[in-house]
């Protein structure tokens, strides 16, 4: 019902095998006519669709799981849920491999592969287990005490080898096949965890009509529910939950989310969970995601994400077999799984009891029980004995036995005494530690609840209430209480009108405990932090050197930073710290969780953006032509240029380039340069603006001119550059270069609106409306006249070099003439509306026929403008002021301006800065490369001798070698100076000579033409 | 211009990306129907400061419909204007030319500025219309929150887009910068897939 | 006790018993002759030098909570010496070579590790850019290498050079740089600066600066009055917050900026690779995750905390870079508060206060320049003038127009 | 984050871009002098607490606006049009607007 992803067709029902050895002969929430295979290290197994991985191993009695990270000791499973620190698993294969998952979130499907990691050559033999008897010298920090001599083995040998060593599984070696994608959602009341409480507030939210999600990161809704034997109102829990299910289902506001993890709460509301859309099949179906990112914003929040047991910290306590007592009682009674057929309990609350009560009714026999509290109720101490067990009231477990596996422990009594009993199975129960990670995302610290000797919520984020035991209230009755209240009040607070629903009915039961932080004096290593080998030992030693701060503990020790994230073990490091600073537990501090709550896929992040879609692409409005005319792109930002259109025989790009611009220099080429933004400003005002943002002065600009355009930045650096021109007295176009057009938008926005709002200028984008091609070189005007209507005059008299003109083209389609030239040669910029790009494209290209046009792409016209000494990006960088870039004496004098004052600061007008100039080769046959820089010919390469650099360069294909732009010192002053162009990351070293910048027609006269 | 000449054709912004016919999910009715919207007219309408009113007056003579505020797009038939930001509209109508001569009505009320060929516009409509758009579009879409008459400025998979609904089917259209058309349509059919998507090409 | 592998075998041997404090917990004395506010791998490394090359020794560094709680714990390790701007190159150049030395130095393995930081390129006026930038560090005696496609597939073969949206192209490498175990850096130096006598005073929050006619007498703290011939501000994200308890306003805004640890997996790359196309730089730690980063979230902020669309856009660059990250998880995100300065460039300088010294403006570069920062620091404090290799690190060069912005993107913090 | 655009309403932080504080006025004019414009372009109050400052709403609406939050817990308590902020400014003697 839950899926939200259709069902694969069902293997055939089979009759199952005789493996399950662990499975109960009923009971469960599993469906047992549906067999699931699966491996293992290889080894075939069946489990039952409804298991996770975790339960089908012990249902197969395999307890031996994984190694652990440094100590590669042996490893079982600990808990039921995403707290799981041991049983990590690889799952898949090839590049669905999925390192560090963990057995007990991972739903089981048919053919699903597990291996075991970090360890070789097996999972039974590990050679580096030898690390463990290697313990006493790997302590807590060693590595920062050693490994120092001498200095140049670390890269080569001692780094390689832990680095080898450490890490667990591994990750996939190829591409991720499988997709992403992200979605968004918007509620009223999110509810966070489908336990009891999580239930009963969407329950009480849904039923007032507010719109309410509920996430819960398991694959059934329900949570402790389906765990413990309970009862409500005369129903099982499992009865109770799918009433409750199935009520939220027919509610249309509600949506349920299951298999879903709320991994991050982030400001004002905004919350990131994972769906794992696809995880629980082999492959994902057609069209299915793996996994959906959801970003929810939410008006309220109820965070019901239960608690998480605790462990005792005693010797032996990582040994295959040992178990959180809760996880124990979710295996039989959700998954119909006696771990052991000798089973043990060790507890310091009554809740733990529970586990004799259900080992008892499955019809199991329990080896024995160790209440570290001195007084055992007589009629728990008879259920106990009545299944067979041994109460040690009083007594605490110190070490245990087996190798891979447990086979007995060894219990200190209440007078001192020791014990040994045989058991293949520990369950151990030492309360329950709300969990408090999402609250603390906001920065929160939780604050300490003396009556549940845990951490709670402390101030919780805006629009956030916790429920049940996330918020410490551990009992059925308080959940369900809390949930239905809270829901409803959140409801009410987004305006429902909602009331909570009666309490209901529960059976009794009792949340006393006594917590047992660490037994002392325990019999070999008691590990506080499994996963990372962090044993109280390691606690003690850092106390000793110095390490006592919580975060100072977590970074030495490494405590709480595998990939549990310390769920198990965070508490119990800060109650000896706090044992050993003789402070109590809050004194010594809490630790922030950091997000997200449990590992989330980095593709899930991404979703829709990687490869080609990693960003959007943008297309030219002569895109159609160029892709059938076998043009080369090239990335601008976004956009895809056209690099240059190669021809048959021609052997490489040069090639091709050199006869676009010998084209356009000689007759005429096309060339699209509608990436170039484009602004259309309007208004009373609108000249004065420009002056302001403007550092050329505009006041002579007359109706059907264009001129060039100098934006810079408050600080005195050059923006951007471009042109104006002006349509109407009041109206006028800007184009911004391709790279910089959105960054001078906003700029021009910011001056408008904030620095200059009394102004009535009305602006607005129309990059995109226009298509605009440059139409270059000495038959261009033949060309054009073929393609304005009649009636429009391109002669040099009537439409000069920097004309402006509206005009209709194609028979009365509107028009932009601009005569403007980037190339050098008499040349006009044609706009037309976009959606005719594409025809004006073609209707250029034949009318140019007759005169031998060619189109060219952005690699000619860069080299054309280098020819011209113009700047672009490479001199424009942000780095560069209008001195530098020679550009200096078109500054304007008598206005204010963006720029104007912070540019005239002493270092911006020291002669000695670098200044652009040309550079030519003094061997014609040399090659430039930007990026080279200036030295004196003769001077040792140096800093002190560095006199500039190579901006751009360009195989000049009119003056027949390579020519170049640079800044360099004094530039204007060197003319025929020669320098050295010294380029070592290449191998380059070429003595060039100063030079105009302009190497082509440097008066001018072409464009004037 | 509103009798163009012959001489050159248009060509339409999604004609490189966007192919009739059915994508993704083949069983069962599409959940998602896209339907290019070729050959509108669309301008910008920027008002002069302190010229709303008279420009409300203007438009209401002009198209019967008044400005919309912050947020709202109105329509009468295939005709509306759409909120775009502070003081800005934009006035669509079904056929290109429809807003010949636009600038001059509104001379000294608002800048105007042709924007039909520098937006992309797309239509969906479906059942599932919401759904696809939810992988997108941060901004609610629920009948409580969003509805015919709404119009949002936001983005979808980086791209900067204008929706606006139009009526309950739901019928959104959804308007971007001409040159992300292509990726626009990347993300389209691939967010649409699982639900079946029927482009429609006039 | 001297750290080595005697010392660890020992101590193995009798349960790692007789291990003392790496560093004295002190408690503040009535009067220092420099106090370094701020108890960071910075101020930490200024008192070292301080000791070590000056021979002041009556210093105590002045931490509001335990040391190394800032940037110098929150940051993604890496150290490199690759700047293209001549007031950047010495600077950080010296710093590399304290790194080289750093460990044998202070006694304390702080797994300085040089195992390359290569910068991607994916256009030609990117490889220009950064043909510029390594040539300049190669006219400064620093390694640098351009490498091309080939170079690149030979040294990172998983990334995406087949389907890419900005097709790889080359990259600048530089082999000496790499990581650095980020808390030991602060560790080290502290026990080391403890050894020469340092007061090392944590949980004493600085609360004002007492000056007496236009010169530092002390500082107000949490506990109590301490006074000082000379004080060093050395607080990070916190700089403008102490530059206004003596009225100053600086050329900086603190802007968080997270990083990303994945969970632990056997080794999958051995160098520091930063994408050209988008936010994404990556390494992996000897402890096998991978750590990683992106740009700041872009907003003034004092908390210690980012927001999930700046998440996003690290790790789209990263599935679009290294398309076989995507069944990998993300472990833990985090933000640390950097102190951004207007020219992307940091400030090492006295100020207009007699007696008062400013160490800040570290934008998120901070990490690789601790030794250097505090060598020049020290210098600064001791000697009264800049180092030669901090010249250029002035605070009056908004005004004079020296600024050193590498990136061109002017006085706007968090475009740097 | 989310930030409440007073004309589309509450949106992502990732559809805005930032400025920076909206205390410091440019100094316009002919006359402005050098120090004033330094301090205007570089000089930062970098406050922890309530802070105006500047945002864009780029991916929307494209209005700039200025937004009243606590750089320590990032609450946002007021959002306002720039254009309409600045305008106010202008009428009031502070905002030394003189243009030559």
């Not at chain 1, 048919?110 to 030898?130: C, F, I, K, M, Y």
């Not at chain 1, 058991?423 to 610290?445: E, F, K, Q």
């Not at chain 1, 009040?489 to 059976?507: H, L, M, N, V, Y």
Request: contains cysteine; charged residues 20%.
């Amino acid at each position: 019902m839950l899926d939200r992803t259709p069902e694969f067709p069902l293997p055939p029902v089979r009759e199952v095998g005789l493996s399950q050895k662990f499975r109960t002969s009923s009971g469960g929430l599993i469906d047992r006519r549906r067999a699931r295979d699966f491996t293992f290290d290889g080894r075939t197994l069946t489990g039952y669709h409804g298991d996770t991985l975790a339960s089908a191993l012990l249902a197969n009695g395999v307890r031996l799981v994984g190694r652990s990270f440094k100590y590669h000791r042996p490893r079982g499973i600990l808990s039921a849920g995403s707290e799981e620190p041991n049983a990590l698993v690889e799952l898949r294969s090839g590049a669905r491999r999925e390192p560090n998952t963990r057995a007990t979130m991972a739903e089981l499907y048919e053919g699903l592969e597990a291996t075991s990691q970090n360890r070789w050559p097996s999972l039974a033999v590990d050679a580096l287990s030898v690390n463990a008897l290697l313990s006493p010298v790997f302590a807590a920090g060693f590595y920062y005490k050693t490994f120092m001599w001498p200095a140049a083995l670390w890269e080569k040998l001692y780094e390689p080898m832990i680095r080898r060593a450490a890490g667990l599984g591994r990750a996939a070696d190829a591409p991720d096949p499988d997709t992403y994608e992200h979605a968004h959602a918007h509620c009223d009341v999110l509810v966070i965890g489908g336990g009891p409480a999580g239930l009963s507030a969407a329950l009480s939210a849904g039923r007032s009509g507010a719109r309410v999600i509920l996430v819960d990161e398991d694959f059934c809704l329900g949570g402790r529910l389906l765990a413990e034997r309970r009862e409500i109102d005369g129903l099982s829990g499992p009865e109770w939950v799918a009433q409750a299910v199935a009520e939220l289902e027919s509610l249309p506001e509600v949506r349920l989310l299951p298999r879903t993890t709320l991994f991050g709460v982030y400001d004002h509301g905004a919350y990131g969970a994972v769906e794992r859309v696809s995880d629980h099949v082999a492959v994902p179906a057609p069209h299915a995601p793996r996994q959906r990112l959801w970003r929810i914003v939410a008006k309220r929040a109820v965070l019901a994400a239960g608690a998480i047991e605790r462990p005792h910290v005693f010797g032996g306590n990582d040994r295959p077999g040992v178990m959180l007592a809760g996880a124990v009682r979710t295996y039989l009674n959700r998954y119909g799984v006696l771990p052991g057929a000798a089973p043990a309990l060790f507890t310091s609350s009554d809740d733990g009891w529970r586990t004799v009560a259900d080992i008892a009714a499955a019809g199991g026999r329990v080896a024995a029980v160790v209440d570290s509290r001195p007084d055992v109720p007589v009629p728990l101490r008879r259920m106990a004995e009545a299944a067979g067990a041994q109460v040690v009231a009083g007594g605490q477990v110190i070490g245990t036995r087996g190798h891979l596996a447990l086979s007995g422990i060894d219990v200190r009594d209440s007078y001192g005494g020791t014990l040994h009993i045989a058991c293949d199975t520990l369950a151990m129960a030492n309360g329950w530690n709300p969990v408090v990670h999402l609250d603390s995302h906001l920065s929160r610290r939780p604050v300490w609840d003396e009556a549940i000797h845990g951490f709670v919520p402390g101030q919780l984020p805006t629009g956030m209430v916790a429920a049940g035991a996330a918020s410490g209230r551990l009992t059925l009755a308080d959940a369900l209480e809390s949930g239905s209240r809270l829901g409803a009040e959140a409801a009410e607070a987004c305006g429902f009108d909602a009331k909570a629903a009666g309490t209901p009915r529960t059976d009794p039961e009792s949340t006393a405990h006594t917590p047992l932080w660490r037994v002392a004096k325990p019999k070999g290593k008691a590990f506080v932090d499994f996963q990372n080998d962090v044993a109280a030992s390691d606690v003690e030693l850092a106390h000793r050197e110095g390490f006592r701060a919580v975060e100072l503990l977590k970074r030495y020790t490494t405590l709480g930073m595998a990939t549990d994230q310390g769920k198990t073990s965070n508490l119990a490091g800060l109650s000896i710290m706090a044992e050993l600073t003789g402070q109590p537990i809050p004194a010594v501090g809490t630790t922030v969780f950091r997000p997200p709550f449990t590992p989330v896929a980095i593709g899930a992040f991404a979703g829709h953006h990687r490869g080609k879609e990693f960003r959007a692409t943008r297309h030219v409005p002569s895109h159609a032509w160029c892709l059938e005319n076998n043009a080369q792109f090239l990335e601008t930002g976004l956009w895809l240029r056209p690099a240059y259109f190669p021809r048959a025989g021609e052997t490489d790009w040069l090639q091709t380039v050199v006869r676009e611009v010998e084209t356009v220099r000689s007759k005429v080429g096309l060339c699209d340069v509608s990436t170039f933004g484009k602004i259309d400003i309007q208004g009373r005002d609108a000249l004065a603006f420009i002056e302001r943002v403007c550092a050329n002065p505009f006041g002579t600009l007359k109706v059907g001119r264009s001129r060039y355009a100098l934006l810079l930045r408050e600080d005195g650096f050059v923006l951007d550059d471009g042109t104006v021109s002006r349509l109407a007295d009041n109206h006028f176009v800007m184009t911004a270069s391709t790279a910089n057009a959105a960054r001078v938008m906003q700029h021009l926005e910011f001056c408008r609106q904030w620095l200059w709002p009394e102004l009535d200028v009305q602006m607005v984008s129309v990059s995109e409306q226009w298509a605009q091609y440059a139409v270059a070189g000495p038959r261009s005007r033949d060309v054009l006249t073929r393609i304005v209507d009649p009636g429009f005059d391109l002669s040099n008299e009537a439409f000069p070099f920097l004309g402006a003109a509206e005009i209709t083209v194609g028979g009365g389609i509107p028009a932009r003439l601009f005569r403007i030239s980037f190339s050098g040669e008499l040349a006009y910029e044609i706009a037309v509306p976009a959606a005719y790009g594409d025809a004006a494209w073609r209707a250029i290209m034949a009318a140019g026929l007759p005169y031998g046009i060619c189109p060219y792409g952005a690699e000619a016209l860069s080299v054309m403008r280098i020819e011209k000494g113009h700047a672009a990006g490479a001199e424009i960088n942000g780095q560069t002021t209008a001195r530098d870039l020679a550009l200096g004496g078109m500054l304007a004098k008598k206005k204010d301006y963006v720029g104007r004052l912070m540019k005239e600061r002493p270092a911006l007008i020291d002669p000695d800065r670098p200044i652009l100039v040309g550079f030519r080769p003094v061997d014609p046959s040399q090659r430039l490369r930007a990026g080279a820089h200036f030295l004196a010919v003769g001077a040792e390469p140096s800093l002190a001798a560095d006199e500039g650099y190579m901006t751009s360069v360009a195989f000049s294909p009119s003056l027949g070698h390579w020519v170049g732009l640079g800044l360099i010192r004094r530039g204007a002053e060197r003319h025929g100076e020669r320098v050295r162009a010294y380029d070592p990351v290449r191998g380059g070293d070429v003595e060039v000579e100063i030079c105009n910048a302009a190497f082509v027609d440097p008066a001018g006269e072409r464009m004037h033409g | 211009m509103a009798e163009h000449a012959t001489l050159w054709r248009p060509r339409g912004a999604w004609d490189l990306y966007a192919h009739a016919g059915r994508h993704g999910r083949s069983e069962g009715p599409a959940g998602v129907t896209a339907t290019p919207r070729e050959g509108l007219a669309l301008m910008s309408v920027t008002a002069v400061d302190g010229a709303e009113e008279r420009l409300a007056a203007a438009l209401r003579d002009r198209f019967g419909l008044s400005l919309p505020e912050p947020g709202g797009a109105l329509f009468s038939g295939e005709t509306g204007l759409i909120w775009s930001g502070p003081g800005q509209w934009l006035a669509l109508a079904p056929t290109r030319g429809d807003l010949d001569g636009f600038g001059e009505t509104l001379k000294g009320l608002a800048a105007v500025a042709d924007q039909s060929d520098g937006r992309a516009v797309l239509r969906l409509s479906g059942p599932d219309a919401r759904r696809v758009l939810e992988k997108g579009v941060s901004v609610d879409l629920h009948p409580r929150a969003f509805g015919p008459g709404h119009t949002a400025v936001t983005a979808v998979a980086h791209i900067g887009v204008q929706l606006w609904q139009r009526d309950d089917a739901p019928t959104y259209e959804i308007a971007v910068a001409r040159s992300f058309a292509g990726s626009l349509w990347s993300w389209l059919e691939e967010a649409a897939a699982e639900f079946g998507c029927e482009v429609r090409v006039a | 006790m001297r750290y080595s592998l005697f010392s660890v075998l020992g101590q193995a041997l009798r349960g790692q018993r007789d291990w003392t404090p790496q560093w004295r917990d002190a408690a503040p004395k009535a009067e220092y002759d420099v106090i370094i506010v701020g108890g960071g791998g910075h101020g930490l490394a200024t008192a070292y030098y301080l000791a070590k090359e000056h021979g002041l020794t009556n210093v105590a560094v002045l931490e509001k909570s335990h040391i190394g709680s800032g940037n110098v714990g929150r940051n993604t390790t890496i150290v490199r010496s690759n700047y293209g701007l001549p007031g950047n190159i010495p600077f950080y150049e010296h710093s590399m070579k304290l790194w080289e030395g750093l460990e044998q130095d202070i006694n304390y393995n702080a797994m300085v590790s040089q195992r390359g930081v290569l910068n991607l390129y994916h256009t030609d006026a990117q490889r220009d850019a950064y043909a510029r930038r390594g040539n300049a560090m190669r006219m400064a005696g620093i390694d640098s290498e351009l490498l091309d496609r080939e170079g690149v597939r030979a040294m990172v073969p998983f990334i995406d050079f087949d389907n890419a949206r900005f097709p790889v192209k080359g990259g600048l490498l530089q082999r000496r740089g790499g990581t650095v175990r980020h808390d030991a850096v602060a560790w080290g130096y502290a026990r080391a600066a403890s050894d020469r006598g340092v007061d090392i005073v944590q949980n004493c929050a600085v609360t004002g600066i007492r000056r007496e006619n236009g010169r530092v007498t002390g500082v107000e703290t949490s506990r109590g009055f301490i006074g000082a011939k000379k004080v060093g501000l050395s607080v990070a994200g916190s700089s403008s917050l102490l530059a206004s308890m003596v009225d100053m306003r600086l050329p900086i805004e603190s802007h968080v900026l997270q990083a990303f640890v994945s969970e632990g997996v056997k080794p999958l790359i051995d160098c520091v690779m930063t994408f050209g196309a988008g936010h994404f730089y990556v390494s992996q730690s000897d402890k096998g995750g991978l750590v990683f980063g992106g740009d700041i979230d872009g907003y003034n902020s004092y908390a210690q905390r980012g927001n999930l669309h700046t998440i996003e856009d690290v790790m789209e660059g990263g599935m679009a870079l290294w398309p076989g990250l995507g069944r990998l998880r993300l472990l833990r995100h985090w933000g640390g508060i950097m102190d951004m300065s207007m020219d992307g460039s940091p400030i090492i300088d006295r100020t207009d206060i007699g007696g008062l010294y400013l160490n800040a403006g570290w934008c998120y570069g901070g990490f690789k320049a601790t030794p250097a920062a505090g060598f020049c620091f020290a210098h600064t404090i001791a000697r009264d003038e800049p180092h030669p290799d901090s010249a250029a690190f002035r605070l009056d060069r908004f005004a004079t127009g020296h600024v050193i912005d590498e990136k061109g993107m002017g006085a706007q913090p968090n475009l740097h | 984050m989310r930030i409440r655009c007073p004309y589309c309403g509450e949106r992502d932080n990732g559809e805005f871009s930032y400025l920076g504080d909206a205390a410091p006025v440019r100094p316009d004019g002919m006359e402005a002098s050098p120090q004033a414009m330094h301090d205007y372009v570089y000089l930062r109050d970098n406050r922890a607490g309530e802070i105006r400052e500047l945002w864009y709403h780029g991916a929307g609406c494209r209005a700039w606006l200025v937004v009243t939050r606590d750089t320590r817990t990032h609450t946002v308590a007021d959002v306002q049009p720039a254009r309409d902020v600045a305008k106010a400014r202008a009428v009031t003697p502070a905002g030394s607007a003189s243009h030559a």
